[in-house]
């Protein structure tokens, strides 16, 4: 279902018997198991929200559970449309979204901090973008602890892709980039709701909501 935490994960036995495993959980997509301890891990696809503009899954709030006996512990969160999931023999996790993408979990992802958080991201920070609405552009910020390679894609609602205004390594610190409102072809888009989706190296994604109103 797509209401917060009513998701469900049963266990069937070889005899058929049903039973239930794991309530609480959000939009599970998919579930695989970790071949070290054979401990359950499980994909949620994110939130949904009637109040969002437009209503929909929430951008950012995927997860990746590992469900222990009576715990739950978090491998990785702030995560976008995951699609589905696998776990190799070294219990490494990777994750394929619905933009295309395939993602190894490393470590576990804090997602957003605050614009007023004080001292440096702990990994990546991803701000709103501003003026949000916005007619004719808009800025991006964003911060990075460590130098690496960057890619901040814009995207429709649709998963499809509308323009790349980074992809490059680049050095620890804050970055701006602006949107204009055009895509690759240089083609001004239409009025609506897109995301904008920052890519750290190979694992770490983000991904925020804005509105053009032209």
Do not use: C
């Not at 198991?33 to 994909?43: F, H, S, T």
């Not at 512990?73 to 696998?86: E, F, K, N, R, V």
């Not at 808009?138 to 609602?157: E, S």
Request: proline share 6%.
């Amino acid at each position: 279902p797509f209401v917060d935490s009513l998701a469900r994960v049963y266990e069937v036995d070889l005899a058929g018997n049903v039973a239930l495993f794991k309530e609480g959980l959000t939009t599970v997509t998919d579930i695989a198991i970790d071949p070290r301890d054979g401990n359950l891990v499980v994909a949620q696809f994110g939130r949904f929200s009637l109040q969002s503009t437009p209503p929909g899954f929430v951008p950012g709030t995927g997860s990746v559970l590992k469900l222990r006996e009576g715990t739950i512990d978090t491998l990785a969160q702030g995560l976008s449309l995951i699609s589905a999931m696998q776990v190799n023999a070294a219990g490494e996790v990777f994750v394929s979204s619905l933009f295309g993408d395939i993602l190894k979990i490393e470590s576990v992802i804090t997602g957003v901090e605050s614009p007023e958080a004080t001292g440096g991201p702990e990994t990546f920070t991803l701000w709103q973008n501003y003026p949000n609405p916005f007619n004719p552009e808009t800025k991006i910020r964003y911060a990075l602890q460590t130098p690496g390679r960057i890619v901040l894609k814009i995207y429709n609602m649709l998963g499809q892709e509308v323009r790349t205004l980074v992809d490059k390594i680049e050095p620890a610190g804050v970055h701006e980039s602006v949107w204009d409102g055009r895509g690759n072809d240089g083609l001004a888009v239409p009025s609506g709701v897109y995301l904008y989706r920052l890519q750290v190296g190979e694992t770490l994604v983000q991904t925020r909501k804005m509105i053009l109103m032209q």
